[in-house]
């Protein structure tokens, strides 16, 4: 998957969100802050998902975490939706302690429109890798976490 390497760390909105795989079917989201009105990295980030998801060879699994930042545009929540009805997109989870980034994930929910796009938004990271772990025994187990976490958080 190194071609499809070209997340936000080689974008002019890094600040704004990181995208990476994790391993070669799952892809670790981390919104740092929301945007404004003056930036729109969401049309970056949405290009880079469309190129990952059709130049996977499998299905992908997202995990995203919104504790610090998330989408609030609904029109980019409704292209999120769209890309969710992919035949590679093999599900997702978020997960936030935050009111406003719940009321988001459910109105992605509700653009995704299908199973894959029900049951998305936990409090806790652990609830979110449950639920993907549910949709693809040993997706996440495999995973140490920690280490994995001290190179996005350091990556800010």
Excluded: C
């Excluded at 936000?8 to 994790?22: C, P, T």
């Excluded at 495999?142 to 996005?152: H, K, M, P, Q, R």
Aim: no cysteine.
């Amino acid at each position: 998957f190194d071609s499809l390497e070209i997340g936000a760390n080689n974008m002019r909105y890094e600040m704004f969100y990181d995208l990476r795989h994790v391993t070669d079917d799952l892809i670790f989201i981390k919104w740092y802050k929301s945007a404004s009105e003056h930036t729109r990295p969401q049309t970056d980030f949405i290009d880079d998902l469309r190129k990952r998801l059709k130049e996977s060879p499998v299905p992908l699994y997202f995990i995203s975490d919104l504790r610090d930042g998330r989408i609030v545009d609904v029109s980019i929540l409704q292209k999120l939706g769209i890309l969710a009805q992919h035949p590679n997109y093999g599900g997702g989870a978020a997960f936030s302690e935050d009111v406003l980034s719940s009321m988001f994930v459910g109105i992605f929910s509700k653009f995704a429109n299908s199973e894959k796009g029900t049951g998305v938004f936990y409090k806790t990271m652990p609830e979110a890798l449950a639920y993907l772990e549910s949709l693809k025994p040993g997706l996440v187990t495999s995973v140490d976490w920690l280490a994995f976490l001290e190179t996005v958080d350091g990556n800010k």
